[in-house]
């Protein structure tokens, strides 16, 4: 098993970047794909992309395309999720998981002027 | 890309109820690469089932998924009051989407 806990809630401005952390623990890290997905406010689940630690590969949405950028620190066992450009409609709450069966409990980013 | 289209948009049942909860594809999942998910107000998605029939560990056996190609099913054989929640359906087999969600709610 494996527990993932994400970094604190955030407020941005718009145009700004924010990194949401997720640092895992329990089982070893880099043997799990470790998924990124938001979810706005009364809205449903959207996939951003995801990293193997172990090759050290990402896979992004076509929609962050060039905006996301997913990076995983085998030393701390931490995978981060850096997003740029923000604007409003990117205030959600952002998820990590491993392998789909472990959560994270979400951040929350407000973007706002 | 592919898009996952899930009907219908909420499902109003009482408990001990039979839920049938649809996913279709625009075009085929490879492999049967097809997830389905719950959420409850305030929760992570749980994963409920995997590579389209198979259930995830702790999955009780009244949850169970069919399908292949485009179209996929979830149901739900008698539903508990701890069952109404959000469901969505993800494809894995082509990048990955998610399709809109579909509310189980208490009638």
Partial sequence: QVQLVQSGAEVKKPGSSVKVSCKASGDTFSRYTITWVRQAPGQGLQWMGMIIPMFDTVNYAQNFQGRVTITADKSTNTAYMELSSLRSEDTAVYYCAAASDYWGRGTLVTVSS | ?107
């Fill in chain 2, 1 to 107: 890309e592919i898009v996952l289209t899930q009907s219908p948009g909420t499902l109003s049942l009482s408990p001990g109820e039979r839920a049938t909860l649809s996913c279709r594809a625009s075009q085929s999942v490879s492999s049967s690469n097809l997830a389905w998910y719950q959420q409850k107000p305030g929760q992570a998605p749980r994963l409920l089932i995997y590579g389209a029939s198979s259930r995830a560990t702790g999955i009780p056996d009244r949850f169970s998924g069919s399908g292949s190609g485009t179209d996929f099913t979830l149901t739900i054989s008698r539903l508990e009051p701890e069952d109404f929640a959000v469901y969505y359906c993800q494809q894995y087999g082509n990048s990955r989407t998610f399709g809109q969600g579909t509310k189980v709610e208490i009638k």
